[in-house]
T-cell receptor, first 113, second 111 residues
Framework: DGGITQSPKYLFRKEGQNVTLSCEQN?????MYWYRQDPGQGLRLIYYSQIVNDFQKGDIAEGYSVSREKKESFPLTVTSAQKNPTAFYLC????????????FGQGTRLTVV | DAKTTQPPSMDCAEGRAANLPCNHSTISGNEYVYWYRQIHSQGPQYIIH???NNETNEMASLIITEDRKSSTLILPHATLRDTAVYYC????????????FGTGTRLTIIP
């Protein structure tokens, strides 16, 4: 089955540690996105990539980093510079030419203690 | 800058039609209206999209006004499983514009 997978579903880290969230898709989509969602809030764009080896900052990129070395993968690293990293993180992919439907993963809930 | 405006919350009785409005007064000629919904603690799910004609699929209907400055998503027979946050987005169908979401409408279906 084609789809987009985020792992793990729940993640706990100590304050000051970097942590990497995984996002993999087998839909052959060029575009991939990372969003952050806080309780009761909407989705805020962190980073996005329209093609392999290229990515752009979204609205809240500070304290995060990404890479896009393969079309299928778009990992997000939450660095120690992110002041409030505890949140729900969502990854999405989309055919960048035909913006018909974006597919989302099930999310990773990160808790930093 | 927000391209769409939605009411923060709405209630609808189970079995009735749920009509969710969206204002997009600055929509451009090449921009489509997309709707997604997010059930609690899950990733958003695509519902429907349209340009200027009304659209219908197995999930919902989309009614876009003639001037395209507003639209309404209709869930014809709402069930408890339709309780979710509904997002209205305007975006070109082709091209590389980033995908951004507003705050959406929290729809609660009342038994």
């Amino acid at each position: 089955d084609g789809g987009i997978t985020q792992s793990p579903k729940y993640l706990f880290r100590k304050e000051g540690q970097n942590v990497t969230l995984s996002c993999e898709q087998n839909l052959n989509h060029d575009a991939m996105y990372w969003y952050r969602q806080d309780p009761g809030q909407g989705l805020r764009l962190i980073y996005y990539s329209q093609i392999v080896n290229d990515f752009q900052k979204g609205d809240i990129a500070e304290g995060y980093s990404v890479s896009r070395e393969k079309k299928e993968s778009f990992p997000l690293t939450v660095t120690s510079a992110q002041k409030n990293p505890t949140a729900f993180y969502l990854c999405a992919s989309q055919d960048s030419l035909m913006n018909t439907e974006a597919f989302f993963g099930q999310g990773t809930r990160l808790t930093v203690v | 800058d927000a391209k769409t405006t939605q009411p923060p919350s709405m209630d609808c009785a189970e079995g009735r039609a749920a009509n969710l409005p969206c204002n997009h007064s600055t929509i451009s000629g090449n921009e489509y209206v997309y709707w997604y919904r997010q059930i609690h603690s899950q990733g958003p799910q695509y519902i429907i999209h349209g340009l200027k004609n009304n659209e219908t699929n197995e999930m919902a209907s989309l009614i876009i006004t003639e001037d395209r400055k507003s639209s309404t998503l209709i869930l014809p027979h709402a069930t408890l499983r339709d309780t979710a946050v509904y997002y209205c987005i305007v975006r070109p169908q082709f091209g590389n514009e980033k995908l951004t979401f507003g705050t959406g409408t929290r729809l609660t279906i009342i038994p």
